[in-house]
């Protein structure tokens, strides 16, 4: 089943850019398996929302310690010396950390497996789209 399409099916797909709670899940999947004459409890649309939020974290990990890679030392350097002289003891550093698509084309050159068993394929799709932009 296609996630894209199962939520622009029901009207109430949104881009934030997050996994929708697991609520708006369990309806959008109601709604769609009730045309299939099946049903989804609560539990298993928790099950599925908690799988794809660790799949998706597994699977953009490596563009972003490719990207934040990218910032360099001197960066580290300003981070550890905040982290130290911080009035609270021990505060962390925010910084925000953008992956390019040729971020995300190296680390899954670097480890192809992520993108599963048709990896070959995937990854030309990848390099593909990367070479478009």
Not at 43 to 70: C, H, Q, V, Y
């Amino acid at each position: 089943m296609d996630a894209y399409l199962l939520f622009t099916m029901h009207g109430t797909y949104n881009n934030s850019s997050e996994l929708p709670d697991s609520r708006s899940l369990r309806n959008r999947l109601e709604w769609k398996l009730e045309m299939e004459g099946l049903s989804i409890s609560i539990d298993s649309t928790n099950l599925l929302n908690n799988g794809l939020n660790e799949f998706l974290k597994r699977f953009i990990k490596p563009s972003m310690e490719l990207a934040k890679s990218r910032c360099g030392h001197d960066h580290l350097k300003q981070v550890n010396d905040r982290l130290i002289t911080s009035l609270n003891g021990m505060q962390r550093s925010t910084q925000i950390i953008y992956a390019s698509l040729l971020d995300f084309q190296v680390a899954m050159e670097l480890n192809p497996h992520i993108i599963g068993e048709d990896w070959p394929a995937q990854l030309e799709k990848v390099c593909l789209r990367a070479s478009e932009e």
